[in-house]
């Protein structure tokens, strides 16, 4: 089953290198990006941003050295050794990101080449989406 836009993300319960999450639990009434990429450091660097927008970061990781990335990593990392979440999400590509709304519903799927995600482009697509949201 692939999870498509619209769709209610679905809920799991995962270790992360930071410990144990249950998705639906931790995301509370925040949006959410769950991503998959290599790049966990590109996306914290750009932490304060995802503050402002009220956004909580997940990354996704089947190598157990994902979390090794240095400072920049300030988030929890999925420890996906198994490929449950992956599959879970359908995020099969080298790096997928998943925009998940405070109602839990999956607003965006993007898929990036090369292991390599735009988070500045998911946050202007975040800002856009927001920017409707307050507008209806």
């Given at each position: ?56 970061l ?6 157990a ?41 999956v ?11 735009d ?14 949201d307050?507008?209806?």
């Amino acid at each position: 089953m692939t999870v498509r836009q619209g769709d209610l993300a679905p809920d799991f319960e995962q270790d992360t290198y930071n410990g144990s999450i249950r998705f639906h639990e931790w995301i509370g009434r925040s949006w959410c990006l769950l991503f998959s990429t290599s790049e966990l450091a590109a996306a914290g660097r750009l932490k304060a941003e995802w503050n402002r927008r009220g956004v909580k970061l997940v990354g996704l990781s089947a190598e157990a050295a994902a979390a090794g990335q240095g400072s920049d990593v300030n988030f929890p990392v999925i420890a996906d050794t198994d490929r449950a979440v992956a599959a879970l999400y359908g995020m099969t590509e080298p790096a997928v990101a998943c925009l998940i709304d405070p109602h839990r519903r999956v607003r965006l799927m993007r898929t990036y080449a090369a292991d390599r995600c735009d988070f500045d482009e998911m946050l202007r697509l975040l800002d856009g989406l927001q920017c409707d949201d307050r507008s209806s």
